[in-house]
């Protein structure tokens, strides 16, 4: 692969803000319509789930009755990740602001999870999607859990990270939501000495306890205990569709910038970047998941990762549309486009998982 | 008991509400839209200079229930997908308006604007327009403590004052009026034969075409009026500057400030915009008034908002600085901006904004 030079770059900064413009003139009713639409249905299915849930405990027993909580689940799982992905993440991307709404916009959003709002704004749509992969900068890479680069010190507890991958997959939206907090060091007292954050600790650990407590009233208190004889079961079923959730979601995001071909840059890397820098440094750090038009829209568009690390405040649904264009252009300029099917690239982030859990001395080969 | 009560006493009915109920509403093909009322267009008339008004109906006029004589309302309207919203005066009685459940709003067209066109647009049996919560302190005090009420409007500031004036016309108290009424046109002015109707029921009133007697002059009121200044109440109507210069010259006269009551304008301000070559604005500073914290700051030129109110000791919230997060929003109430990275201007009305990459290009209301 040859770098492409300042002249290439600048150029193919300007044919892809072209291609934003095209895509923002156009946004209007349908679009407003689409996510309206979606919203209904998402919480549409929200309602059937728990009410298909709570029926099938009330009314009928045995086999049957967990067959329709199953169903239940399936719907109530869908919902969440629905409103997570294709829903959440993309409002409070900003993608609909423009629609003047009084709720769907991304000051006022809030998501079916554990993750504060505003906290999951300040540092995924500042720190990651600024500094996408870039080692010491990018909190999201590996999420301080996992080793994913010889870059990174190898530490005893890298040993069994496939196990902690596992682990967060299932807890994904803890770890989102404790993610700022981490970071900040805000319970173990190491507080991080460039913190630059807008908000005291004590308002993150305010926003944290008043966001999980609310999930977890939700889902573990107030909705089993509305159908009291069946409390514990209805629990039970809300905790699946949760890890249900969490595992989707992790899935798709890990696929999104820990596959094989994913770069990583250093922060000296990216001192006086250009707008075409920055373009190129967010297509080498992101990867595609190829699929249908169900399959992209459940998993919010991030299987367009790299569509949306670009343009993160395009409606997500133009994704689908940009990829080809954008991978010609990315084959015109001669820069690696990172896509394949979903069983390739989630092999991949296995694999590199499996890897950098040793030592460099003692790695294969990769491949 | 209806649904908004109900909203209002029960948290978990709203939650569930709020949750459920209203998205799924508003993706159905009716015309529902969360945060706003629905109303339907019952019937629209031209009331002469240029002037439309507009009847609208609302389904459920629970929201007029404090309606007062003088108070505005946000009407918002679809257009591509995006909500346009401006504040409106009310021009109907509020006794009417409460009796039978709808207000009237009128408006002049402007070309450039981003409603007036649309609302223009509207046709009886129409059901696109949407209303919020009427609103304002520019009202008429329902026992007059005076023995005179006496009414200033300039241009689109007669808006409010009609509705008052009809509000005392059905108190009967309509022969304790007068009105100065400042008009381009001596002869075609707005609302004429309203006016007249008034007239008719005992109300005093002047038209005043700026082209013969000039702007406001005290001698105006005088001439007009024999009772003593200490003895009315005063409602001014109009730009700034007509309520600064009546202001001050009641002041002399010796009245007290709590017989003075005024508002800037009845039609939304969009009406006195020129379209402004977004370039030249840039180019100089504007004021931005923060209508929470109720103050004011300067806005430099070629500088965002974001640092501009940094500059002045104050601290928004901000997180990158270029417009990626999304965490420096704030609602605008009113006025354009320029966006630093698309290069576009906003609409004047009210919408969200990033300050980090928004610019004045004229005087702004900011809810912070
Ligand atoms: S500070 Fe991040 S968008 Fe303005």
């Known amino acids: ?34 996510i309206i639409r979606l919203i209904a249905i998402q919480r549409s299915l929200d309602l059937c789930g728990r009410i298909a849930i709570a029926i099938a405990f009330l009314a009928f027993s045995g086999t049957l009755a967990w067959l329709i909580a199953a169903l239940g689940i399936l719907l109530l799982s869908s919902s969440k990740i629905l409103d997570n992905m294709e829903i959440g993440h993309n409002v409070m991307h900003g993608q609909y602001d423009w629609m ?5 916009n991304s000051r006022v959003f809030d998501w079916d999870n554990a993750g504060h709002n505003e906290s999951w704004k300040r540092y ?34 890298n040993l069994w990270q496939f ?23 805000v319970f173990f007292g190491k507080k991080k000495e460039d913190s630059n954050l807008p908000i005291s600790d004590q308002q993150l650990k305010k ?18 205990l509305i159908c009291w004889p069946v409390a514990l079961q209805i629990l039970i079923c809300n905790v699946i569709a949760n890890v249900i959730r969490n595992i989707w979601t992790g899935t798709i995001i890990f696929c999104g910038h820990f596959t094989e071909g994913a770069h990583t840059f250093s922060e000296d890397s990216i001192k006086n970047e250009t707008r075409g820098d920055w373009y190129y440094r967010q297509i080498l750090g992101s990867s ?8 992209h829209i459940m998993s919010g568009h991030l299987s367009c990762q790299i569509e949306h690390h670009l343009f993160p405040d395009v409606p997500s649904s133009y994704y689908r549309q940009l990829s080809p264009k954008i991978a010609e252009l990315c084959s015109t300029y001669d820069i690696p486009y990172n896509t394949g099917r979903f069983s390739k690239q989630y092999f991949e982030v296995v694999k590199r998982i499996l890897y950098y859990s040793l030592p460099e001395k003692w790695q294969p080969a990769y491949g | 008991m209806n649904l908004s009560s109900l909203n209002e006493k029960l948290p978990l009915f709203k939650g569930l509400n709020d949750t ?15 945060g706003m009322k629905q109303t339907i267009v019952t019937d629209v008339r031209s009331e002469g200079g240029g002037i439309t008004t507009l009847r609208l109906h609302l389904k459920n006029a ?38 039978f459940g709808y207000i009237e709003v009128s408006f002049k067209v402007n070309a450039n604007g981003a409603l007036t066109p649309l609302l223009n647009e509207q046709t009886v049996g129409s059901k696109a327009v949407h209303v919020n919560k009427p609103n304002g302190n520019f009202t008429l005090p329902l026992h007059p403590a005076k023995e005179k009420s006496v009414f200033i409007a300039a241009g689109s500031g007669i808006t409010p004052i009609l509705a008052m004036l009809e509000e005392a016309a059905f108190y009967n108290l309509i022969s304790q009026c007068l009105l100065l009424y400042y008009v381009k046109d001596g002869e075609h002015y707005p609302f004429k034969e309203r006016l007249s109707a008034l007239h008719a029921k005992g109300l005093s009133f002047k038209v005043m075409p700026t082209k013969q007697t000039g702007h406001f002059a005290l001698e105006h009121l005088t001439h007009d009026n024999p009772t003593s200044t200490k003895r009315c109440n005063f409602f001014l109507c109009g730009p700034g500057n007509l309520i600064e210069t009546a202001s001050q010259a009641l002041l002399d006269q010796g009245a007290d400030r709590s017989q003075i009551f005024h508002e800037h304008f009845g039609l939304p301000i969009t009406a006195q915009h020129k379209p402004i070559p977004a370039e030249d604005n840039a180019m100089s500073a504007h004021t931005v008034f923060l209508t929470r914290s109720n103050s004011s700051f300067n806005s430099p030129a070629n500088t965002s908002l974001l640092i501009s109110a940094e500059n002045e000791g104050l601290t928004p919230n901000f997180g990158c600085r270029i417009g990626a997060c999304h965490q420096c929003i704030c609602r605008k109430n009113s006025g354009r901006v320029l966006n630093l990275k698309t290069g576009k201007v906003s609409d004047n009305g009210p919408e969200d904004i990033q300050l980090c990459i928004s610019q004045a290009i004229e005087d702004l209301s900011l809810d912070i």
């Open chain 1, 1 to 34: 692969m040859n770098t492409p030079n300042k002249d290439q770059l600048s150029k193919f900064a300007a044919e892809l803000d072209n291609l934003r413009n095209t895509v923002i003139d156009q946004l209007g009713e349908k679009d407003a319509r689409y």
């Open chain 1, 100 to 104: 003047n709404h009084p709720t769907i």
């Open chain 1, 124 to 157: 995924h749509n500042h720190e990651h999607h600024t500094y996408t992969n870039v080692l010491g900068k990018d909190r999201d890479f590996g999420y301080g859990l996992l080793r994913l680069s010889n870059d990174l010190p190898w530490k005893p507890k």
């Open chain 1, 163 to 185: 196990f902690t991958f596992i682990n967060l997959s299932a807890l994904f939206e803890w770890g989102v939501a404790y993610h700022e907090l981490a970071g900040e060091r």
């Open chain 1, 207 to 224: 926003d944290f306890f008043g966001k999980a407590g609310k999930q977890l009233f939700k889902d573990y208190v107030f909705f089993p």
């Open chain 1, 288 to 295: 595609n998941i190829s699929g249908g038009k169900f399959f």
């Open chain 2, 20 to 34: 459920y109920i209203y998205p799924i509403m508003e993706a159905l093909p009716t015309s529902f839209r969360i």
């Open chain 2, 62 to 99: 629970s929201i007029l229930r404090h309606l007062k004589a003088g108070q505005h309302i946000e009407l918002g309207l679809e257009s591509k997908g995006k909500r346009i919203c401006r504040t409106f005066s009310i021009s109907s009685s509020a006794q009417q308006s409460k009796e």
